[in-house]
Nanobody, 112 residues
């Protein structure tokens, strides 16, 4: 089973930026599609962005144009660059290759 460690969350003002990182174990990381999900209090976990092994990406409508997912296969790491953050982006953010394996998540709070 893949091990996942998310980091980079924090408190940021509206309009600010954060870069999340997700380090994954496993020698076949480069073959995985990877996704970033988020879960806000009282809400279901939702897919925010995904990237396949070849680099194709897709995004939830709510983050298009503001978030960018990328990966570094040499480092077994996937990133989520988040710009123009809004209070509604507040959530715990998780990465996963299969929506079954989860790390501890990283808290993102957007507030003035």
């Amino acid at each position: 089973q893949v091990q996942l460690v998310e980091s980079g969350g924090g408190l940021v003002q509206p309009g600010g930026s954060l870069r999340l990182s997700c380090a994954a174990s496993g020698s076949i990381f480069s073959l995985y599609a990877m996704g970033w999900y988020r879960q806000a209090p009282g809400k279901q976990r939702e897919l925010v962005a995904a990237i396949i092994s070849g680099g194709t990406t897709n995004y939830a409508d709510s983050v298009k144009g503001r978030f960018t997912i990328s990966r570094d296969n040499a480092k077994n790491t996937v990133y989520l660059q988040m710009n123009s953050l809004k209070p509604e982006d507040t959530a715990v953010y998780y990465c996963t290759p299969d929506a079954r394996s989860w790390g501890q998540g990283t808290q993102v709070t957007v507030s003035s």
